[in-house]
């Protein structure tokens, strides 16, 4: 159980991280070519306005459609990052009642309920 526990916030830590990466990329917005021929981060100090005003994203020229590109990638990760967070959480949470709480049924019921049950439908 308890090994499960730590697996559980290994995976936390790397739903984290995941996050934190996503989160970053989408304020900072895509590497791309402007105007003007040159490569960089046009939308870096914009403070993410980018993500609501589709206007903004001509200011990248090449490659086509990478502001569309980045912004579905880094929200699937955002997304999934989320999912495995509540995931890796709720099997935290389960690791640890069961490490406290032990195996609590009765100690009648521990052994071989299905068994009795199939005997005493008479198979
Ligand atoms: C969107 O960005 C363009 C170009 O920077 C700007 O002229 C326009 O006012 C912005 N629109 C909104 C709704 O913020």
Redesign the pocket.
């Given at each position: 159980m308890l090994r499960s526990v730590f697996c559980s916030l290994f995976g936390g830590l790397g739903a984290f991280y995941c996050l934190a990466v996503a989160s970053a990329a989408l304020a900072k917005g895509p590497y791309c070519q402007t105007h003007n021929q040159k490569w960089g981060y046009p939308f870096e100090d914009l403070g993410g306005?980018y993500l609501q005003?589709k206007?903004?994203w001509e200011a990248c020229v090449t490659p086509p459609r990478v502001v569309l590109w980045h912004m579905v990638l880094f929200s699937l990760l955002l997304g999934l990052g989320l999912l495995e967070l509540l995931l890796c959480g709720i099997q935290v949470v389960n690791g640890l009642l069961g490490t406290v709480c032990g195996d609590c049924r009765k100690a009648g019921d521990r052994e071989g309920v299905g068994v009795r049950a199939l005997a005493t439908i008479g198979v």
């Open positions: 306005s005003n206007t903004q």
